[in-house]
């Protein structure tokens, strides 16, 4: 059965540095969405994209984000400068025209 | 907006104890319900879901029923096993475009001791 593959699993980085965190949809899906959870709290919305282009965000995805399908397969998420507040795990999720979603295993995003 | 509201946990439980999970909901439109659940360290897995109001998911011995009347989607499972320790997160999705996102509640952590 086709998953969602996030890479990498675990990633750490320094404050003020940028990430780009890679997601693998199933392929014949059309919509892609980003989450987050931070430690022990619930998960929250950060961003949809549907035919290239973001469908609808949420305040936490402000100027620092970005998200991009550079090719067939492939949907990134960039945060251009990190901040220790952007710790927490970055799930990826995408679906087809029905309401359910197939999420990914997640990144545990670390900025020290 | 939406919005879901689980019970606060943690729930301790002995082994082949009866759970219930309780969640309502708000909703503008006519969502989808789900329950997911994330094992210690793991992503999130889809334990089951319903789209319409009456509409039983079920699976691994779990179920929830959609109550429109009530707004709730309920978790129960009759036996629980220590394996079915995990964070049970309630969550839904309008049914209106397909790019609807998907709100969670808080989550109900769940330990099941032997």
């Known amino acids: 059965e086709p998953e969602v593959t996030q890479t990498p699993s675990h990633q750490v980085t320094q404050m003020g540095q940028e990430v780009i965190l890679r997601c693998v949809p199933i392929s014949n899906h059309l919509y892609f969405y980003w989450y987050r959870q931070i430690l022990g709290q619930k998960v929250e919305f950060l961003v949809s994209?549907?035919?290239?282009?973001?469908?609808?965000k949420s305040e936490i995805f402000d100027d620092q984000f970005s998200v991009e399908r550079p090719d067939g397969s492939n949907f990134t998420l960039k945060i251009r400068s990190t901040k220790l507040e952007d710790s927490a795990m970055y799930f990826c999720?995408?679906?087809?025209?029905?309401?359910?979603?197939?999420f990914g295993p997640g990144t545990r995003l670390t900025v020290t | 907006g939406n919005s879901v509201t689980q019970m606060e946990g943690p729930v301790t439980l002995s082994e082949e104890a009866f759970l219930t999970i309780n969640c309502t909901y708000t909703?503008?439109?006519?969502?989808?319900l789900f329950w997911y659940v994330q094992y210690p360290g793991e992503g999130l897995q889809l334990l089951l879901k319903?789209?319409?109001?009456?509409d039983k998911g079920s699976n691994k011995g779990f179920e929830a029923t959609y109550r429109k009347e009530t707004t709730s989607f309920h978790l129960e499972k009759g036996s629980v096993q220590v394996s079915d320790s995990a964070v049970y997160f309630c969550a839904l999705k309008e049914n209106s475009g397909g790019y609807q996102k998907v709100t969670f509640g808080t989550g109900t952590k769940l330990q099941v001791i032997p």
């Open positions: 909703a503008t439109g006519y969502p989808s």
């Open positions: 994209f549907y035919n290239n282009e973001i469908s609808e």
């Open positions: 319903a789209t319409k109001a009456d």
């Open positions: 999720a995408s679906s087809p025209t029905t309401p359910t979603d197939d």
